[in-house]
């Protein structure tokens, strides 16, 4: 896209299914499944074109109960024609009880990324490219983000990205900064459960919204067992583009989820194959309600009674 002479593109891996691991991109998000939680992400955009994006990620992130806080690791790789783009982050979050059933946290990671390039190989037309100058190059950056989510009958959640220094490179586009906000719930409809979400990125001066809703079914009528939902739903990127999920719990700690997207309009004669996206979640040692403290209630028995009744309602409202 192009702004007053100059143009700017996709700088951050994109993951359709960023919804079910809000972490990767929002520090507050860390721990937010009140777990300790390994996902494992696959990407192939504009299937079939060569040199089309490829992103891969795996993270970690576990909740740490006495201490009302979260830690997470994360590593990803991002892959656009010659330009490989590798990132290993680590973030945390603190978590604060607010009004009557919410969490507020509050979150900040830091990432060492490293972007580099080998176009050697490249064939190209315009032996004028200033490319094929800088065949073999590699950059390694420090970077920051900050972020808050308010976590309760709805989740809304915003951070700001690529805090770090900026490094004026004669070889790569530098990382803009960006703010990604986003907002969920889920309601009861009948025998299913309907989450409607929204997101807004703005970089810049580039805004992009999406808007979606997934449908969640089970096999059993059990109310209480979530272990064989699965999921199916659709989301709408404004500039063009329609995506749909699905995915299933295997167990009541393996979850599997695919997406394909689908450009239309113009977009669509980048890639007549779409683009998939797969993920795997594993939940290592989910928290039960009764397990999840607050120092702030810990020496007043009927304060703790609340705190619990407090964690079980965030927890069946947002647990999988």
Not at 233 to 242: K, L, P, T, V, Y
Not at 276 to 284: A, K, T
Request: charged share 20%; net charge positive; aromatic share 16%.
């Amino acid at each position: 896209m192009v702004y007053g002479g100059y143009c700017t593109a996709q700088s951050d891996f994109d993951l359709s299914q960023r919804h079910f691991n809000e972490a990767l991109y929002n520090p507050a998000a860390t721990g937010n499944m009140f777990t300790t939680s390994v996902f494992m992400h696959g990407r192939a955009q504009w299937a079939g074109l060569e040199g089309a994006p490829t992103t891969e990620a795996i993270s970690f992130d576990s909740y740490l109960n006495r201490f009302n806080s979260a830690v997470g690791l994360s590593v990803t790789g991002d892959q656009i024609g010659f330009t490989n783009t590798y990132a290993a982050r680590v973030s945390y979050a603190y978590y604060i009880p607010v009004f009557a059933q919410s969490l507020l946290s509050l979150g900040i990671s830091a990432s060492l990324l490293n972007r580099n390039q080998d176009a050697s190989g490249a064939l190209v037309d315009d032996l004028t490219d200033r490319e094929l100058y800088f065949a073999d190059i590699s950059e390694n950056k420090l970077d920051f983000d900050f972020g808050v989510e308010l976590k309760g009958p709805v989740k809304i959640g915003s951070a700001i990205r690529h805090l770090g220094p900026k490094i004026i490179s004669p070889y790569f586009k530098e990382y803009s900064m960006n703010i990604w906000s986003y907002i969920s719930t889920k309601l009861n409809v009948l025998s299913m459960t309907l989450e409607p979400a929204a997101s807004h990125v703005y970089r810049d001066r580039y805004n992009r919204f999406e808007a979606g809703a997934l449908f969640y079914f089970k096999k059993s009528k059990v109310t209480a067992s979530y272990n064989d939902k699965y999921w199916i739903g659709g989301m709408w990127r404004f500039h063009g583009q329609f995506a749909v999920l699905s995915g299933i719990s295997l167990t009541p700690q393996l979850r599997l989820g695919y997406s394909f997207d689908y450009a239309l309009g113009e977009l669509a004669r980048i890639s007549e194959f779409g683009t998939h996206e797969i993920f795997i979640s594993w939940q290592l040692n989910r928290s039960t309600p009764k397990d999840v403290d607050c120092p702030a209630y810990r020496n007043n028995g009927s304060k703790a009674r609340k705190k619990r009744s407090f964690m079980k309602e965030i927890d069946s409202r947002f647990k999988f």
